[in-house]
């Protein structure tokens, strides 16, 4: 029995986003969606789908799962995995439908084979996953009609090979749903969410209280580990850069900064990715110990942040994204610098990576209930060098933004 417990999204609001699906199911004339999600272990890739429609998000999902949205009856969730699972799922999940499938990834637990009484090996005829969804629609009686997928891009060749083999109605060109739902975020998700950015918070003070000359890279970021980890995180990764003597140009930025000693006058960048009920948070600190930076690196730190503070104040709902990136090239301009790569964040939430993405030519427009990760990258001049002290957690709000992890942003000096 699905027992909920503190930061926990209730099943009425799970239940609509079945609903929301559902009506784009009937008007786009399928039969079905089905929501793919990659193992959650693949932490940088599309993992969020599942979890956002079954509340089966967490750290132990190792499998690949779908859930199937008819047109007609009730959601199924699909698992390539074998018989305990269905317990654990039960115990987090309100899919009362649950599903064991084989796995046509040979590395995978396929629960195609069972022993016999005579403890003999033995096969059973299990369902692949798109026999079984064949199958779930012709039970429903909407069988005929192609099927939608949200989260193919993640899918492995295998898999889609086999729906495409077993579909027996075929496989219609979507717009992902799935996805645009994620993008808009509810009050209940919003309360997860500044927690984890709480949790984020709360590891960068360890980072000022660790942070000494001759402390270890390692030592430090796994200090920080510590502290989001005892504060709940599902997952924690402090990646720490440094510049030696705070030479941004000599300085080796992201090659082992953990396997060294830090002393004083380093300029150090910490990246702070951490997870907690599912939900993510991206963000950057930097600073120096003992000494201050020098005229080089401290005009291009200083540059960085404004540029970030330019963007953040010009966000609003119903600017388009590519506006907010103009405003940010502008502004990294009247400084000497260019933003590089043309990307200045993306969202975030039960993916390191989701819809909006803050790309040049994006034609989408900020909304309420956006969150993403900003993190303007400048060019030094004459180098292929960046510099990115600076990452913050945006939430769109009626009147404008507000952002969500509260520790300074301005560079530190311990």
């Known amino acids: 029995m699905w027992a909920k417990s503190e930061h926990e999204i209730p099943e009425s609001q799970f239940q609509q986003r079945i609903a929301r699906v559902r009506e784009f199911v009937i008007q786009q004339g399928l039969s079905c969606v089905v929501a793919y999600s990659a193992p959650k272990v693949h932490q940088w890739g599309q993992t969020g789908h599942v979890g956002y429609l079954t509340n089966w998000s967490n750290l132990d999902r190792i499998t690949d799962t779908m859930v199937v949205i008819p047109r007609e009856g009730e959601p199924v969730l699909l698992v390539a995995g074998v018989e305990y699972m269905l317990e654990q799922i039960s ?111 709360l590891s960068y003070q360890t980072m000022i209280e660790e942070l000494e000359d001759g402390v270890w890279g390692y030592e430090l970021t796994a200090e920080m580990d510590r502290t989001a980890k005892r504060s709940g995180a599902d997952f924690v990764y402090h990646c720490m850069h440094t510049a030696p003597g705070g030479d941004l140009l000599a300085g080796k930025l992201s090659i082992k900064a953990h396997d060294c000693r830090l002393h004083k006058g380093d300029y150090i960048n910490v990246n702070a990715y951490v997870v907690y009920k599912g939900y993510w948070i991206q963000s950057d600190r930097a600073g120096t110990i003992g000494k201050r930076l020098g005229s080089v690196a401290s005009e291009a730190v200083d540059a960085n942040l404004r540029v970030q503070d330019n963007v953040i104040e010009a966000i609003k709902p119903g600017l388009p994204i590519k506006e907010l990136i103009r405003i940010g090239d502008e502004a990294a301009e009247r400084f000497g610098y260019r933003i590089q790569g043309g990307r200045i964040g993306h969202g975030q939430g039960l993916d390191y990576s989701e819809q909006p993405f803050l790309i040049a030519g994006s034609e989408k427009i900020l909304t309420p209930g956006n969150v993403f990760v900003l993190h303007v990258c400048l060019e030094i001049p004459g180098t292929n060098i960046l510099i990115n002290p600076i990452a913050d957690l945006c939430h769109v709000t009626k009147d404008g933004v507000e952002v969500l992890n509260k520790f300074p942003r301005e560079v530190f000096h311990v």
């Not at 898999?159 to 992902?176: N, P």
């Open 91 to 201: 115990e987090v999940s309100w899919i009362r439908d649950v599903r064991l499938v084989g796995s046509p990834d040979l590395r995978a637990i396929s629960s195609s084979y069972t022993p016999n009484i005579a403890g003999e090996e033995a096969s059973t005829e299990t369902r692949s996953f798109g026999k079984e969804i064949n199958h779930i629609l012709k039970d429903n009686g909407c069988d005929g009609l192609p099927i939608g997928i949200s989260g193919i891009e993640s899918m492995p060749v295998t898999i889609y090979r086999d729906l495409t083999s077993s579909i027996e109605s075929g496989i219609a060109e979507i717009d992902d749903i799935v996805a645009k739902l994620r993008q808009i975020k509810t009050p209940e998700e919003m309360t997860i969410i500044k927690k984890v950015a709480a949790i984020s918070d």
